[in-house]
């Protein structure tokens, strides 16, 4: 059997998450401000959101993942798929705090955000088999610039959202059926 190298997993996975959420967002701004055709599924009348097509796909995902464990290239392709199903998912995550909320939620964004560090710390952290005592001060020192940074993107992001948040929310009820 084929050793799987976990970063590399954990990159793909990073790679397909920030892919999708950059790509779901543009298409809902698109679709939104009227740039492209509605490419939004409804069931009955009801408006299908991504975060169910997410959800079926972890759950496809993660059924594979157990049952067939797979090796190699299909671990890769199974990693890559992981990542796309948890961007569809956590990229509405405000809707599952908020059911009938707006999709320009803060709570979603911050969600992705948390999401794709530990998705980064697991492609790119040391493995826990080679962490030595020396490592400890480097990894304080790192959570404490990560924490900084997390505050500094939060601070921002409450910026970001007073100045834009009132056209997307604008956006959003004009193009509501």
């Known amino acids: 059997m084929l050793q799987v190298n976990v970063h590399k997993l954990a990159r793909m996975a990073l790679f397909g998450f920030i892919l999708t959420f950059i790509a779901a967002r543009a298409f809902v701004f698109l679709i939104m401000?009227?740039?492209?055709?509605?490419?939004?599924?409804?069931?009955?009348?009801?408006?299908?959101?991504?975060?169910?097509?997410?959800?079926?796909?972890?759950?496809?995902?993660?059924?594979?993942?157990?049952?067939?464990?797979?090796?190699?290239?299909?671990?890769?392709?199974?990693?890559?798929?992981?990542?796309?199903?948890?961007?569809?998912?956590?990229?509405?995550?405000?809707?599952?705090?908020?059911?009938?909320?707006?999709?320009?939620?803060?709570?979603?964004v911050d969600a992705v955000i948390v999401v794709a560090a530990v998705l980064a710390l697991c492609a790119y952290m040391r493995s826990i088999e080679r962490f030595e005592s020396r490592h400890r001060w480097a990894s304080v020192v790192l959570l404490l610039a990560l924490a900084g940074f997390c505050w500094v993107i939060y601070a921002a992001g409450l910026r970001l959202g007073d100045m834009v948040g009132p056209r997307l929310h604008e956006l959003e009820a004009s193009s509501s059926p």
């Open 33 to 108: 401000a009227h740039r492209v055709p509605n490419f939004y599924f409804f069931l009955e009348g009801t408006h299908v959101h991504h975060l169910n097509y997410g959800i079926f796909l972890l759950a496809v995902v993660g059924g594979y993942g157990v049952f067939r464990r797979p090796c190699g290239r299909p671990a890769e392709l199974t990693a890559l798929a992981y990542g796309i199903a948890m961007a569809l998912t956590f990229d509405e995550f405000g809707m599952w705090l908020h059911l009938g909320g707006s999709y320009w939620q803060r709570a979603s």
